[in-house]
């Protein structure tokens, strides 16, 4: 019997049909599910009479085979914390609108239960950042998938951000922040500020820079097995550090250390599935409304 975990934040009304039919067709197929706490009072009237299922708080209590991420990419971003090293596959079933990242819509749901109870997917293994210091940032969750970004108060002036890649000096960015991103957090944040697109399984980080004042200034594309060092500089005192989805002010005496994380989070695909037709989709390459 497979275990499958439920984990999500958030449920509006109109998609509670689609978490019945979820639990009916896990509990028709004999699946013994487990839910994260938070999640289970969120979508309790939305339980079948008669399914059963467990809870779980944390990594330390989470025992699954597959994890199932229920809304949006950010949500499959807040699953790391849960899953980090234990290698428990992570499903995306998006609820949410885009959808990079959690790519079973919820029309899908059905297909996709029988498809990973039959083993009838494959799974990419997806590179994470680690904070290797200053220590402790975020209650030591110290990984993201997407990226890591140094950015300015919005009431402050720039930042100047000198950067290093294996202790050699790359340079000083002048302006809003930089991003580092994995290959995942590339059609994310990164993309959005110039960026470039990289492929799931190119072992590479990009560096972004968020607004330059120096016009000439790239991304940067580096080998994900470098470490960077990042050490804000100029007149303002703190800076807003995030990785992924969470964030807080540090002070510009800290200087952060970031590598490759020594595990990677593995992540479903459906046969069939492929990156680059994602990104064609979902960036709508190709599209013309005069057709």
Request: hydrophobic share 40%; with cysteine; charged share 20%.
């Amino acid at each position: 019997m497979k275990t499958i975990a439920l984990f999500g934040k958030t449920l509006v009304p109109e998609n509670g049909e689609y978490m019945k039919q979820l639990f009916k067709e896990l509990a028709g197929n004999q699946v013994e599910i487990v839910v994260y706490q938070p999640f289970a009072d969120i979508v309790a009237a939305y339980v079948p009479e008669g399914v059963r299922y467990t809870v779980f708080h944390s990594h330390e209590d989470l025992k699954a085979d597959l994890l199932f991420s229920i809304g949006g990419d950010g949500t499959i971003l807040d699953t790391v914390p849960f899953v980090l090293d234990s290698g428990i596959p992570v499903l995306g079933i998006n609820l949410g609108r885009l959808g990079f990242l959690s790519s079973i819509s919820k029309n899908e749901i059905v297909n996709a239960v029988n498809s990973v109870l039959t083993g009838d997917y494959t799974v990419e293994q997806r590179t994470l950042l680690e904070l290797v210091s200053p220590e402790k940032v975020f209650d030591n969750v110290k990984y993201a998938l997407n990226e890591l970004n140094v950015i300015r108060n919005p009431e402050h002036s720039l930042l100047a951000i000198k950067v290093f890649v294996d202790d050699v000096y790359l340079n000083t960015y002048w302006g809003d922040g930089i991003l580092l991103a994995t290959p995942t957090g590339s059609t994310a944040y990164s993309l959005s500020a110039g960026g470039p697109i990289i492929a799931p399984n190119a072992k590479n980080f990009v560096i972004t820079p968020i607004a330059t004042h120096n016009l000439t200034v790239r991304p940067v594309v580096i080998p994900d097995d470098s470490t960077i060092r990042i050490q804000v500089e100029g007149r303002e005192k703190k800076f807003v550090f995030s990785m992924d989805s969470r964030s807080c002010t540090l002070d510009t005496s800290v200087q952060l250390e970031v590598r490759k994380a020594g595990f990677c989070l593995n992540l479903v695909r459906m046969r069939g599935e492929d990156f680059f037709g994602t990104i064609r989709n979902k960036l709508m390459w190709g599209k013309d409304n005069r057709n």
